[in-house]
């Protein structure tokens, strides 16, 4: 009997061992599982705060960008304004002498110049006036029509008088040019 007790005992521990060992087990990979968790986590939680970081970022870069865009047109300008600063000066230098003449043509010059080196940095930038001229037909894309008049030397809807110049930007409108158009008596 005791042959058969023992085995009897020994049929009992092994179930109770493995079910220690299983325990172990499952006690090792709950554990090695709640790592992977917090290693995942953490991964996660570092990608958002990279993520957030590379949005700020992008968002400071992007209100630079468009803050400093005109830096360079502004800077092609500046010697227009230098031009302009000159001709005041010798105008007022001129105006004391008391040359009217020499003045005028002086003051004349410089305007155009300043009109030139102006009209160079823009067409450099793109921009560039709308060319109108008396009797072109009149187009609602590029001329602002600021009276019709009667007028028989024109065509009806034709261009009369340029008040004030058109100007566009690569393909785009930046002003149209305002202009009277004729109309039928």
């Given at each position: 009997?005791s ?51 590379l ?98 030397d024109h065509?009806?809807g ?12 690569h393909?785009r ?13």
């Open positions: 009997m042959k058969h007790h023992h085995n009897e005992q020994s049929e009992k521990e092994i179930p109770a061992n493995e079910e220690k060992v299983a325990e172990e087990v499952a006690v090792d990979e709950t554990e090695s599982l709640r790592e992977e968790v917090q290693k995942l986590k953490d991964t996660i939680l570092r990608q958002a705060a990279d993520a957030e970081n949005r700020k970022r992008l968002e400071k870069e992007k209100d630079e960008s468009i803050k400093y865009a005109s830096s360079r047109f502004a800077k092609d300008l500046l010697p227009v304004l230098d031009n302009f600063e000159r001709v005041r000066e010798n105008s007022l230098a001129l105006q004391k002498q008391g040359d009217a003449d020499t003045q005028l043509k002086g003051f004349v010059d410089g305007v155009m110049l300043c009109e030139k080196e102006l009209l160079s940095v823009f067409k450099k930038h793109g921009i560039e006036k709308v060319v109108v001229a008396e009797g072109d037909a009149f187009d609602h894309q590029y001329h602002q029509a600021m009276c019709e008049l009667e007028d028989k065509p009806a034709s261009i009369i008088k340029v008040f004030q110049s058109g100007y566009t930007h393909d409108l930046l002003r149209p040019a305002m202009v009277s158009v004729s109309k039928k008596s």
